[in-house]
Nanobody, 115 residues
Framework: QVQLMESGGGLVQAGGSLSLSCVASGRIFGPSIMGWYRQVVGKQRELVAEMTSGGRTTYADFAKDRFTISRDSVRKTMTLQMNRLRPADTGDYSC?????????WGKGTQVTVSS
């Protein structure tokens, strides 16, 4: 069974930075996609950024030029560096892993950006 655990959320002022981490455990072999999603108040959960095991990245428009995703497939970890944060970035950020046509989710970590 695959489990994902996020850390690194918290409270930050607008313009500040946070780094989120996700650690995966369990049997993870073969091609996979790890990503970050977020749910902000009043909106559906949306993709923030994701990276394939081959290194290809996809970013949401709001994340481009501010957020950077990275992953270490050997250590089964993923990081989201978020810079120039805005109050609109406030939300619950979840780690996702897609492998063998199955998707796994972490429980999420809260990010709050004050104005």
């Amino acid at each position: 069974q695959v489990q994902l655990m996020e850390s690194g959320g918290g409270l930050v002022q607008a313009g500040g930075s946070l780094s989120l981490s996700c650690v995966a455990s369990g049997r993870i072999f073969g091609p996979s996609i790890m990503g970050w999603y977020r749910q902000v108040v009043g909106k559906q959960r949306e993709l923030v950024a994701e990276m394939t095991s081959g290194g290809r990245t996809t970013y949401a428009d709001f994340a481009k030029d501010r957020f950077t995703i990275s992953r270490d497939s050997v250590r089964k970890t993923m990081t989201l560096q978020m810079n120039r944060l805005r109050p609109a970035d406030t939300g619950d950020y979840s780690c996702s892993l897609i492998i063998s046509d199955r998707r796994f989710w972490g429980k999420g970590t809260q990010v709050t950006v004050s104005s």
